[in-house]
C-alpha cells in the first residue's frame, strides 16, 4: 500500500522553533508590558505618596498651626486689654495661655518648612516679638494691680498699627501655606489621573497582547495540532493510505513525521499480516484436511485393520490350541511367536489411537477431587498390587477442573509403572500435592528401580523403551500419554531426578478453572 510523500514543511521562524521556545517567545511580550506596568505603577505611586505625605504630613498640619497662631495672637491682645481695664491678674489669662500656644505654633511652623514660607513666617514672628515688646509687656508692666487705669499708657493708634502689621504678616503667612496646600492637591489630582491613564492604557496593551499571543498560538500550534488530530483518527477510522503533511513548530512537524513513519510501518506491517494470514490461512485448511485423513486413519485402524488382526489372532490361537503338541517344537514356537505379535499388534494400535484422541476429542472438564479419582486408578490396579504385595496411599489431594477419564488415566499410569518397576521389596507409591505458583503441584513416588537422570526426557517420547520386552511387558507409551494429558490441561510433567530410593514423578495442574 502506497503512501504519499509528506507536504512541504513551512519555512521562517515559527519552523525554526519548538513550541516550548515558541510559547516562552509568546509570553514574552505580555510579561514585558507587566513589568512596565509595575515600574510605572510603583513610581506613580511613589510620586502619589510622595505629594500625599507632604499634603497630610506638613501643609495640613501647618495651615493648622497657622490658624492656632492667629488664635493665639487674638487672646493675646484681648488679654492685654483686659487686663488694663480690669487690672485684675484673672484678666491676664489668656494673654498667658495665648503667649504659650503662639510659641508653639511657631515652632511648630519652623518645623514644617512650608516651601517659600520662610520669609513671611520670619517676618510674623518678628512683628510678634515687637509688639510683645513695645505694645503688651509694657502695658502689663504699668497696671498696678488693683487699681485700673483710666486711660492707656500705650499709644492705641500705635498698638494698632503694630497689631494689623501682625495680622498683615500672618495673612501673608497663611497665604503663601494655602498657595501651596493648592498646589499639592493639584499635583496630587494629576499624579492620580496619570496613574489612572497609565494602568489604562497598560492595561489596553496587555489585553491586546494576550488577544495576539492567543491569535498566534491558535494559529501556529492549535490549528497544526487539530489537523493531526483530525488525520490521526481518520488513519484510525481505517484510511491508511491518508497522510500526515503539517506546518507549524519544529516539534510538531516531527511529531507529524513520526505519525507518518508509523502509519507507513502499519501499513507495511498489515500487508505482512495479511500475507501471514493468508498463509495462515491455507496452513489451517491443511490441517484440517490432515485431521480429517487422520480420522479417516484411525478409523480405519480401529476397525478396517482391527477386523483382520482378530482373524489372525483367532486363528493363530486356534492352530495353537489343535496342532500344539503335534508339531515339532520349532513349529510351536514359530505358533506362539505368531500369536504374541498379533496380541501385541492390537495393543499397539489400541495405544495408539487413545493417544491420537487426547485433545482432538475435547470432553467436558468438571470440577473434581483428585484423590477420588487417585482411588479410582488404585481399584483398577488391586490385582496386581495384591499379586505384588504392594501398596498405594493417597495424601489429601485438591480439586480440579479435568477431564476426568484423562486424568484417571495419568494416575494408573504412573501407579502401574511404579508396580511394574518395582524392585526386590514390594512397591510402594506415595501421591502428595502442594501449591507451586499459581499451580497444584502433584507427585507420585515410589520405591521401585529408579530411573537415570540421563533419560528424564527420553522415557516421555512415545515408543522409547529402556528395557526389553522380555524384561518389562509394555508397549512404551504409557508416559507420553501421561505428558499429552497434562499439557492438554495446561501443566506440566517431569522426572525428579534429585530423589533417590526410587522414582517420583511431578506434575502440575492450574488452581482456577478459569485458567481453562
Not at 89 to 98: K, M
Not at 385 to 399: D, F, H, I, K, Y
Request: aromatic share 6%; net charge neutral.
Amino acid at each position: 500500500m502506497a503512501s504519499p510523500e509528506p507536504g512541504p514543511h513551512a519555512h521562517g521562524l515559527t519552523a525554526r522553533l519548538r513550541v516550548g521556545q515558541l510559547l516562552a517567545l509568546v509570553a514574552i511580550v505580555p510579561l514585558a508590558i507587566v513589568l512596565a506596568a509595575v515600574a510605572v505603577g510603583i513610581v506613580t505611586l511613589s510620586n502619589q505618596s510622595d505629594v500625599r505625605s507632604e499634603l497630610l504630613d506638613r501643609l495640613e498640619p501647618a495651615n493648622l498651626a497657622a490658624s492656632q497662631l492667629a488664635t493665639a495672637l487674638v487672646d493675646q491682645e484681648t488679654g492685654v486689654r483686659g487686663y488694663e481695664l480690669a487690672a485684675l491678674p484673672e484678666f491676664l489669662q489668656p494673654f498667658t495661655s495665648g503667649t504659650a500656644t503662639a510659641a508653639r505654633a511657631l515652632s511648630e511652623l519652623r518645623r514644617y518648612r512650608v516651601p517659600g514660607s520662610g520669609a513671611a513666617l520670619a517676618l510674623v514672628a518678628a512683628r510678634v516679638a515687637a509688639w510683645r515688646a513695645s505694645v503688651a509687656l509694657p502695658a502689663i508692666r504699668r497696671v498696678l494691680p488693683g487699681h485700673p487705669s483710666s486711660k492707656a499708657a500705650v499709644d492705641a493708634v500705635r498698638a494698632k498699627h503694630l497689631f494689623d502689621a501682625i495680622r498683615s504678616a500672618l495673612a501673608a503667612l497663611q497665604s503663601r501655606i494655602a498657595n501651596r496646600v493648592t498646589i499639592v492637591r493639584h499635583h496630587l489630582d494629576g499624579a492620580a489621573r496619570t496613574t489612572t491613564a497609565t494602568l489604562t492604557v497598560i492595561g489596553v496593551i496587555l489585553l491586546l497582547a494576550v488577544l495576539g499571543a492567543s491569535l498566534m498560538l491558535q494559529r501556529t500550534i492549535n490549528r497544526p495540532l487539530a489537523r493531526l488530530s483530525r488525520a490521526a483518527r481518520r488513519v484510525s477510522g481505517g484510511e491508511l493510505s491518508h497522510g500526515f503533511e503539517l506546518d507549524g513548530p519544529r516539534d510538531i512537524v516531527q511529531l507529524a513525521d513520526d505519525v507518518e513513519a508509523m502509519r507507513v510501518r502499519l501499513v507495511r506491517e498489515l500487508s505482512t499480516a495479511e500475507h501471514a494470514r493468508a498463509q495462515l490461512a491455507a496452513t489451517a485448511d491443511d490441517l484440517r484436511r490432515s485431521n480429517a485423513e487422520l480420522e479417516q486413519f484411525a478409523y480405519v485402524a480401529s476397525h478396517d485393520l482391527q477386523e483382520p488382526l482378530r482373524k489372525v489372532t483367532s486363528f493363530c490361537q486356534l492352530l495353537q490350541q489343535r496342532y500344539g503338541g503335534e508339531l515339532d517344537e520349532r513349529a510351536d514356537q514359530y505358533i506362539e511367536f505368531a500369536v504374541d505379535g498379533a496380541k501385541r499388534m492390537q495393543e499397539l494400535i489400541n495405544d495408539l489411537l487413545a493417544f491420537s484422541r487426547v485433545g482432538r476429542i475435547v470432553g467436558h472438564r468438571v470440577s473434581v477431587p483428585l484423590g477420588s479419582l487417585a482411588e479410582a486408578a488404585v481399584a483398577d490396579l488391586t490385582t496386581t498390587l495384591t499379586a505384588t504385595g504392594g501398596s498405594v496411599s493417597v495424601g489429601e489431594l485438591p480439586e480440579a477442573a479435568v477431564e476426568p477419564t484423562l486424568m484417571r488415566t495419568v494416575f494408573q499410569n504412573l501407579i502401574a509403572n511404579a508396580i511394574k518397576f518395582h524392585s526386590d521389596e514390594p512397591p510402594r507409591v506415595r501421591i502428595d500435592s502442594g501449591r507451586e505458583q499459581g499451580h497444584w503441584l502433584i507427585t507420585v513416588a515410589d520405591n521401585g528401580i529408579g530411573i537415570e537422570s540421563e533419560y528424564a526426557e527420553r522415557i516421555f517420547v512415545i515408543f522409547q523403551r529402556l528395557h526389553g520386552r522380555a524384561s518389562y511387558e509394555g508397549t512404551g507409551i504409557g508416559l507420553a500419554m501421561c505428558r499429552k494429558v497434562i499439557e492438554y490441561h495446561g501443566g506440566r510433567i517431569w522426572l525428579d531426578t534429585e530423589y533417590t530410593g526410587g522414582a517420583r514423578f511431578c506434575f502440575t495442574l492450574p488452581v482456577d478453572a478459569g485458567d481453562f
